[in-house]
């Protein structure tokens, strides 16, 4: 279990058959309704079990279910709306509680959808990605996409608690576990030149889905995500820094068109390991970090199942215009997250373009 402080206080507890656990779940359920939100590939496989989970934890709870259809694409306003309506539906009062069972994509609309409903009720995130795992189900950022670009519509909504059932990972896609991982490398490249040894050792058990090297790296990448968030919930300072590869990943994946399903776009964890790479050579072209450490982080992230070089057919300078739309950017120069040392990163603001572009050309 780890702890996370900030703007509100919430477990996250990671570890196998914590969705059929009714014991866990009872200590921050309350109130009568449930609505379990979950996705065209997930509901079918775990929402049945959640679902007796409940009743088991609760004696008298009303559930009911809200799926869409899976994929990035589902991320709008209107499936916020029909999950809105579910909830009507459901009659569900202030003390209601939504279930988010799913990846990503999920817990954004999900949390989002609780931070509305009656101007704010419970979610409990049950993350069934290892990207959610690791990354969006802890730290309360929620939100969906609009036609003008992703994340644009959100709130800051911390969930009452995270259960991440280990498990579940092994109906998670290779890809898909992939695409996570490169979310556990972004916290060895900023926080801790330890964990990317660690990484480094471990990189075939993990590729491969071992059980045990996945709950120590999901374990560990939590503890990164819950002392930044503890230490800045709402990305005033050091929270940025968790967008190391994002810039880069974020202006991949909107020149690409966002991956759909069947799709040879790469997801998001994909163009973000892309995208760590690039920002690590941006930091050698700077003189921050040395030409080798960037190469080594290539060769982790490929042994792991990763690209590391730009789709074919992406333009440099499409890719640039995009950065400057990028919501992280700023007024006066492009802002990067780049290495000091690999290990260590620090915000870097005025970044010249012509050494963004050498980059992107030369990847
Ligand atoms: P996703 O939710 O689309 O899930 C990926 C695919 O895996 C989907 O097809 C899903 O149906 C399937 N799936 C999920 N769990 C499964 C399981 N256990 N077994 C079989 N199939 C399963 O994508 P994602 O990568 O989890 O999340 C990406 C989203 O997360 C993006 O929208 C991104 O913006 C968001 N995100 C948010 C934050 C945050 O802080 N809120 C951080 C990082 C990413
Ligand atoms: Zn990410």
Request: aromatic residues 4%.
């Given at each position: 279990?780890?702890r ?16 059929a ?8 359920l309350?109130?009568?309704?449930a ?6 590939n997930v ?6 079990r ?8 609760r004696?008298?709870m ?9 994929g990035e694409q589902e991320?709008t306003?209107?499936?916020?709306c029909?999950?809105?309506?579910a ?9 209601a ?9 999920i ?9 509305c ?9 049950m993350?069934t990605?290892?990207?959610?795992m690791?990354?969006s ?11 003008a ?9 911390a ?11 092994r109906?998670?896609p290779?890809?898909?576990l992939?695409a ?5 490398v ?12 660690w ?11 071992d059980?045990f090297a996945?709950?120590?790296a ?7 995500k819950a ?9 005033h300072?050091?929270?940025?820094l ?7 990943g974020h ?7 966002y ?5 040879q776009?790469l ?12 920002a ?5 072209a ?9 190469q ?11 690209p590391t070089?730009?789709?074919a ?21 492009l802002?990067f997250?780049?290495?000091?040392h690999?290990?260590?990163a620090s915000?870097?603001r005025?970044v010249?373009d ?5 980059v992107?050309?030369?990847?």
């Open positions: 279990t780890v996370v402080e900030g703007e509100r206080l919430y477990d996250i507890s990671i570890g196998p058959g914590l969705l656990d009714p014991v866990r779940i009872s200590h921050v309350r109130g009568r309704h609505l379990i939100v979950s996705d065209s509901a079918p496989l775990y929402a049945d959640v679902e007796q989970t409940l009743h088991a934890a004696a008298g009303q559930v009911a279910r809200f799926v869409m259809p899976a991320k306003l209107s499936r916020f029909q999950c809105l309506d909830l009507a539906t459901l009659g569900a009062t202030r003390d509680t939504v279930i988010a069972l799913g990846g990503g994509v817990g954004d609309l999900a949390g989002f959808a609780a931070a409903w009656m101007r704010g009720i419970d979610v409990i995130q993350p990605t290892l990207l959610a690791v990354d189900s802890v730290g309360g950022k929620t939100g969906v996409d609009l036609a670009g992703k994340n644009l519509v959100g709130a800051f909504h969930p009452r608690a995270v259960i991440a059932d280990t498990t579940v990972l109906t998670l290779p890809r898909e992939c996570g991982l490169a979310e556990v972004k916290y060895g490249a900023v926080f801790g030149a330890d964990f990317l040894g990484l480094e050792s471990h990189a075939s058990a993990l590729a491969a889905g059980d996945l709950t120590e999901i374990a560990r990448s939590c503890l990164y002392e930044v968030v503890s230490r800045d919930p709402y990305e300072g050091e929270r940025a968790l967008n190391f590869g994002h810039t880069f202006a991949i994946e909107a020149e690409q068109g991956a759909g399903a069947g799709s776009a997801n998001h964890g994909e163009a973000v390991a892309v995208g760590m790479v690039l690590a050579r941006l930091s050698s700077l003189g921050r970090a040395s030409a080798a450490d960037a080594r982080l290539q060769v982790l992230l490929q042994r792991l199942g990763l070089a730009l789709p057919g992406l333009d440099p300078q499409a890719l640039l215009a995009r950065m400057r739309l990028d919501k992280k950017a700023e007024a006066g120069g802002r997250i780049l290495w000091d690999a290990g260590l915000v870097v005025g010249p012509e050494l963004v572009l050498d992107l050309r030369a990847a």
